[in-house]
């Protein structure tokens, strides 16, 4: 899994908190406690989604387009982290004549391909709207 799952949902979490769902960079960096230009490259993917809007100028920053309850994590993980559970590096070698050292890698894969499956099955149920409320909840605790 990859960081920039996490600082999107965050992210994305925070400006459905905000009233104005609006909130520059600095503000977002602070919030997911990371640096400014690691938002933006992230926020760059999420506008390009389709999830958020900007806005230049005084007063300006990112804006939540769509309805936190429509925005579930998986399409949020597919736009930025998919394939991050499947290692880059895998053990074996096609190429050699031990049974196990030939056909590890793909076996692997195969695994690693069903796994990420089922997390994105997890994660199509859980929404924006849903992360905010358990964050509320917490703090109620």
Known sequence: MN??????VHSLVYLAYLPERMASS????????????????????????GYVATREGAGGGY???????????ADVYRL????????SWC???PD????????????????FCKAEKQ??????GITVADVLKQIRD????
């Open 63 to 73: 804006r939540l387009t769509l309805d936190p309850s429509l925005v579930n994590l």
């Open 3 to 8: 960081s920039e799952f996490t600082i999107a």
């Open 138 to 141: 917490c703090g109620e605790c």
């Open 26 to 49: 600095e503000a977002i960096a602070d919030n997911v406690s990371t640096n400014p230009a690691r938002i933006r490259k992230v926020m760059s993917c999420l506008r390009k989604g």
């Open 91 to 93: 053990s074996g070698d």
């Open 119 to 124: 997390l994105e099955a997890y994660f199509a």
């Open 96 to 111: 050699m004549d031990c049974v196990v050292g030939s056909h590890m890698r793909d076996v692997m894969n195969s695994i």
């Open 80 to 87: 930025l982290a998919q394939g991050s559970v499947i290692p």
